[in-house]
């Protein structure tokens, strides 16, 4: 089945540096989703991307869909401490709804 | 942004009772929610998509009979944990699709709920 590969798998860096996370797959999908969790809550949607090769901002992250249409990337520039948590990508492909899910990348910040 | 609530947000109940989740679509219609369930440290784990008006489909090894779930309007998925055990702890969650009618959200976007924390003793 589709599987998604997401890394790295946790991330510790220090406040003010950027960060980068992609997953890649051997399926190709239609859209690609990016969320971000935080302990005990549901995950919320940061950004969504639905072109080819489209780059999308939102405040300090940025994502872009790749142009083979099987990966995905996320930047955080100049992080935060809230910044905190567990961002995972999702793909869905032609087939129907069903959002496939990367394993996730956990972020800790040090202020 | 769509907003999805889940109801209760935690519970925990005795091995053999039954507990019932709600997952409601606040300010959007959705057509087709989607269940979870998480493991602590794990990702999301897809159990079954639920279509509004008809029978829910389920994951390959998610028992339909343990795992009840109901669309029975355009706003409301129950999910049912029948005859809990303790490893069915977890932590799930419900996702509603956004359909584009209500002009709040767009096609391909799944919008979560907070999640319940079930804990059976």
């Known amino acids: 089945g589709q599987q998604l590969n997401q890394s790295p798998q946790s991330m510790f860096i220090q406040e003010g540096e950027d960060v980068s996370m992609n997953c890649t797959s051997s399926s190709i999908f239609n859209t690609w989703l990016w969320y971000k969790q935080d302990p005990g809550e549901g995950p919320v949607l940061l950004i969504a991307l639905y072109k080819a090769g489209e780059l999308t901002s939102n405040g300090r992250l940025t994502a872009q869909f790749g142009i083979t249409r099987k990966d995905s990337f996320l930047n955080i520039s100049a992080s935060i401490p809230s910044d905190v948590g567990i961002y995972f990508c999702?793909?869905?492909?032609?087939?129907?709804?069903?959002?496939?899910f990367g394993a996730g990348t956990r972020l800790f910040v040090k202020a | 942004g769509a907003v999805v609530s889940q109801h209760p947000s935690w519970v925990i109940c005795k091995s053999g009772t039954s507990v019932k989740i709600e997952c409601r679509s606040l300010d959007f219609q959705a057509t087709t929610m989607f269940w979870y369930r998480q493991f602590p440290k794990q990702s999301l784990m897809l159990m079954a998509t639920s279509n509004e008006g008809s029978k829910a489909t389920y994951e390959q090894g998610v028992e339909k009979d343990k795992f009840l779930i109901n669309h029975a309007s355009l706003t409301l998925s129950t999910l049912t944990v029948t005859s809990a055990h303790p490893e069915d702890s977890s932590f799930y969650i419900c996702?509603?699709?956004?359909?584009?009618?209500?002009?709040?959200?767009?096609?391909?976007?799944?919008?979560f709920g907070p999640g319940t924390r079930l804990t059976v003793l």
């Open positions: 996702s509603a699709d956004g359909g584009g009618t209500s002009g709040k959200t767009s096609y391909n976007e799944q919008f």
């Open positions: 999702a793909g869905r492909g032609t087939g129907g709804f069903k959002t496939i």
